[in-house]
C-alpha cells in the first residue's frame, strides 16, 4: 500500500478552485507533518504547503499565500489542499508525502491545469 494517494487533479480556468485530496491511511507515524508538493514540467519539485500532525501547524510558500489551504481529517486519513484564484503557474503535477519528503513515498501525483 502505497503511503501516499493524491486525487482531485483537473483542468480549471484561471481564477477556478480546485480541492485536492491525500490519502494517508499508509502512514503510520506520527513524527512528521505532511506536505503537498508540486512539479512543473522543465522545473524542480517545490513544496507548496504543509500541515503538522499534531497541533496542525500550517505552513505556505509565498507564492501560494492567502489563495491556498491545507487540512487535515485525523479520523479520514486525509489531507485537502483548498487551492483559489488558481493562475496558469500554478499548473503542475501535485503531490503529498511526509515533510519532509521521504524519497521512497512519492507517488504518482495528481496533474492540475490552468488554461483558459
Known amino acids: 500500500q502505497l503511503p501516499f494517494v493524491e486525487s482531485g487533479g483537473g483542468l480549471v480556468q484561471p481564477g477556478g478552485s480546485l480541492t485536492l485530496s491525500c490519502e494517508t491511511s499508509g502512514f503510520t507515524t506520527k513524527y512528521y507533518g505532511v506536505g503537498w508538493f508540486r512539479q512543473a514540467p522543465g522545473k524542480e519539485r517545490e513544496r507548496v504547503s504543509c500541515?503538522?500532525?499534531?497541533?496542525?501547524?500550517?505552513e505556505y510558500a509565498d507564492s501560494v499565500m492567502g489563495r491556498f489551504t491545507v487540512s487535515r481529517d485525523n479520523a479520514k486519513n486525509t489531507v485537502d489542499l483548498q487551492m483559489n484564484s488558481l493562475k496558469p503557474e500554478d499548473a503542475a503535477v501535485y503531490y503529498c508525502?511526509?515533510?519532509?519528503?521521504?524519497?521512497?513515498?512519492w507517488g504518482q501525483g495528481t496533474q492540475v491545469t490552468v488554461s483558459s
Open positions: 508525502n511526509r515533510n519532509p519528503p521521504h524519497q521512497d513515498y
Open positions: 500541515i503538522a500532525w499534531d497541533d496542525g501547524g500550517t
